[in-house]
């Protein structure tokens, strides 16, 4: 958790010196980038099937609901930066792949290589496995046996899919942070490498407004984490901040968040932060094995350090 820790105490540094909420976020995110936190977020984690390192990230401003996003980026280490950049410098709002890449490097951002000794040998040794576990269904060759290519078989028979949710309890999460200034203004940002052994082109919840984080300095922000691919499907952070806005506590929105998910998939894993423009905050997370608390951090002018708090999962 120290890196997490270094996370919220670089964004809270940057609010006490006078800086934006915006900026607050983009700097305890990529802190976390330069940091590696728990190798799923930055450079060097997470390999795709073709062995690369590909990050996503996006920045939210609750004052404008403006958003700056990239997702697939390669070659970059500094996501979240290039997230900000879209809000500043284009009238977009997602920026995606090789593009988003050139994107960065026109905005002066360095091109380097994300991949290091550690992201090769999770590769190597996944292909040593017959790439298990991987992310593909119905195709063939038989995807649980067996590494590709794949392509689909001519008399399909789908087989019902039970999500292993066991494999992504700690194969990839995300820094997820909401920021909410003195005068109740609200920001959020995320940014990950997504999950391990994704299929090339992979998209997850991150960079996605809504799903990943959302900001409205009339309501709150929220931040999610976990199981992109099933969780993006609900919006969660939006969600969680419509229930904010109704008055909700944000420890319910979250709740009420997880427990709406869990009807259609009980095994996933994933947990939400929430946050209201009084300072108000919670977490929810969904009980699993292997997963039953989840741990943040928060930095506010009631503790004298970021502090580690824990919900249970429900």
Known sequence: TWAFR?????????LQLGGSELDAVERGCGQCEIDQCDGSVGYGGSPDESGETTLDAMIMD??????????DLRHVKNAIGVARKVIEYTKHTLLVGESASLFAVRMGFPYEDLT?????????????????????KNVVPDSSKSCGPYKRPEKVTYKEEQTISQRSVHNHDTIGMVVIGGSGTVASGTSTNGAVHKIPGRVGDSPIA??????????GGAAATGDGDIMMRFLPSYQAVEYMRMGTDPAVACQKVISRIQKYAPKFFGAVICANTTGSYGAACNKIPGFTQFHFMVSSPLLSQPTEQVVDCI
């Open 6 to 14: 270094k996370a919220a105490e670089t964004a809270w540094r940057v």
């Open 116 to 136: 290091t000794q550690k992201s090769l040998s999770v590769y190597s040794k996944w292909l040593n496995q017959s790439c298990q576990p991987n992310y593909w």
């Open 210 to 219: 809504g799903a990943g984080s959302y900001a409205d300095s009339t309501a």
């Open 62 to 71: 609750g004052n404008t609901m403006e958003v700056g996003a990239v997702a």
